[in-house]
C-alpha cells in the first residue's frame, strides 16, 4: 500500500510546477499538501499523469540529467495550461550539474529551493571538498587527474545522481566530466534535513544500499526509516550540516549522505533538494512538501516525532530488456508504474515498491518480496516469478 496519507483537497490552494528526473513522488507529496502539481519529468509514470494538474515530457538520460534546452520551454508551456500562475518552481533529481539552468529557472519562474549558488558550490566537488575541509567535516579525499595505480578509487560523474555513474577508477583514464574519490567502507546512511539558509533541523535517517549490476555496482536501491546511527555520530553531522547551511545559504528539504564504519564516519556529499526518500518520509501530520516550502520561506517548524513502526522504498530495475511493456494491473504498493506499450532498457527503473510494518527487518522482507512479484508480473504475467540473470 502506499506510503502517504491520504490526500488534501486541492481547492483553495495554488499551482506548482514540478521538474525532474521523474516528479511522481514530489507531485504526491504536493497534493497531500494541497496544492496542484504541474509535472515535468522523463518518464511520464501511469500514476504521475494521474496525480498531476498537467504534464510535460523532458528529455534527457537517467542519471545523468536532464537535456538543458528542454526545460525552460516546458514549463512555460505548464504554466500557460492553467488559468492562474503557479507559485514557483520546486526542482527534484537532474539539475545538479545545471546551476546555470537553476538559474534560468529561477529569474523566469521562482526556485522554491536551493539557490543556483548554492547547488553550484555543493555539487562541484572541488568547491565541496575544500568546505568540508575548512568546517573540519570527515570526507573521503577526491582528485581531478587520472592515476597510474587506482585502487581504492572510485571513478564518479560531477553532479550525477542515482549512482549508476560510479565505477571503480580505471588506470591512466578518466573521462571528461568525472573526478576521483577515495573509497571508504561502511553503512550508507542519509540523513534528511530542513533549512532556512542560516540553521537547519534534522527530519529523519535513513538506511540506504544499493542495487549492484554489471555495469553499475553502486546504483541506488532503497531507503528504510527510521536509519542506524548513534546518537554521538548524528550529533556531529547535525554539527556539520549546520556548517554547511551557513556556509551556503541552501534552503529547503535536503539530505547528506554519509558512510558510517563503528564511530568513524565521512561526509559523500550533499543533495541540496528534495531526493529519492521523499516516499518514505512524508507520513508524518505535517506534509513535507509544505514543510519544504516553509524552511524556503524562512520558516522552520520543530520536528515532529518519528511514526511508529518503519517504512521503505525499493527501485526495481529491468534486468533485460522490455520491448513492449504489456498492460498490467499493479498491486497497490507498486509507484512509478510504467505506461502500456512502452519500452524498458535493461538496466533501467521499471517502477519503485513500497511497504510499512512495525520493523525494518520486515520492511526489507516485504521489498524483497515485492520487488519479485513485480518483476514477475512484468516479464511473465505472473507475481514472484521475476528474479532472473542480471543485466
Known amino acids: 500500500m502506499p506510503i502517504s496519507l491520504p490526500l488534501k483537497s486541492p481547492a483553495d490552494h495554488a499551482c506548482v510546477l514540478i521538474a525532474a528526473q521523474s516528479g511522481r513522488s514530489l507531485a504526491a507529496a504536493a497534493r497531500r499538501a494541497g496544492y496542484l502539481p ?31 534546452s528542454s526545460v525552460l520551454p516546458v514549463l512555460e508551456s505548464l504554466a500557460a495550461s492553467v488559468a492562474s500562475s503557479p507559485i514557483g518552481v520546486v526542482l527534484g533529481s537532474g539539475f545538479e550539474a545545471s546551476p546555470a539552468v537553476i538559474d534560468a529557472i529561477d ?72 573526478y576521483l574519490q577515495k573509497r571508504v567502507g561502511g553503512r550508507s546512511v542519509s540523513v534528511a534535513f530542513l533549512a532556512d539558509g542560516e540553521s537547519a533541523v534534522t527530519l529523519a535517517t535513513t538506511d540506504q544500499w544499493t542495487s549492484p549490476s554489471r555495469r553499475a555496482p553502486w546504483r541506488y536501491g532503497g531507503a528504510i526509516e527510521p536509519g542506524n546511527l548513534a546518537q554521538e555520530t548524528a550529533s556531529e553531522v547535525e ?37 529519492a526518500t521523499m516516499d518514505v518520509l512524508d507520513r508524518r501530520a505535517r506534509p513535507l512538501f509544505q514543510q519544504h516550502i516553509d524552511a524556503c520561506r524562512g520558516v522552520l517548524n520543530t520536528p515532529e516525532p518519528a511514526p511508529r513502526g518503519a517504512s521503505g522504498t525499493k527501485i526495481v530495475y529491468a534486468r533485460r530488456t522490455v520491448p513492449v511493456v504489456p498492460t498490467i494491473d499493479w498491486p497497490t504498493f507498486v509507484m512509478d508504474r510504467p505506461q502500456p506499450n ?24 516485504l521489498l524483497d518480496q515485492r520487488e519479485s512479484e513485480a518483476l514477475g508480473l512484468l516479464y511473465n504475467g505472473r507475481p514472484g516469478e521475476g528474479i532472473v540473470r542480471a543485466a
Open 342 to 365: 512502452s519500452t524498458i532498457r535493461a538496466g533501467a527503473p521499471i517502477c519503485t515498491v513500497a511497504a510499512v510494518a512495525p520493523n525494518t527487518s520486515t520492511v526489507r522482507s
Open 107 to 178: 529569474r523566469r519562474f521562482g526556485v522554491i529551493g536551493a539557490s543556483a549558488a548554492a547547488v553550484r558550490q555543493l555539487k562541484d566537488p572541488v568547491s565541496l571538498a575544500a568546505l568540508l575541509e575548512r568546517l573540519h567535516v570527515p570526507h573521503p579525499k577526491i582528485r581531478l587527474k587520472k592515476v597510474s595505480r587506482p585502487a581504492g578509487l572510485l571513478q564518479k560523474r560531477k553532479g550525477g545522481s542515482g549512482g549508476g555513474h560510479i565505477r571503480p577508477a580505471s588506470p591512466d583514464h578518466l573521462p571528461r566530466g568525472f
Open 38 to 68: 504541474l509535472v515535468a519529468d522523463m518518464f511520464g509514470d501511469m500514476d504521475t499523469l494521474e496525480t498531476a494538474a498537467a504534464y510535460r515530457p523532458l528529455s534527457g538520460r537517467f542519471g545523468t540529467g536532464i537535456r538543458e
Open 239 to 275: 554539527a556539520a550540516i549546520l556548517g554547511i547551511v551557513r556556509s551556503t545559504g541552501l534552503r529547503g528539504l535536503a539530505s547528506a549522505d554519509i558512510m558510517v564504519d563503528g564511530q568513524r564516519w565521512w561526509m559523500l556529499e550533499i543533495n541540496p533538494r528534495p531526493g
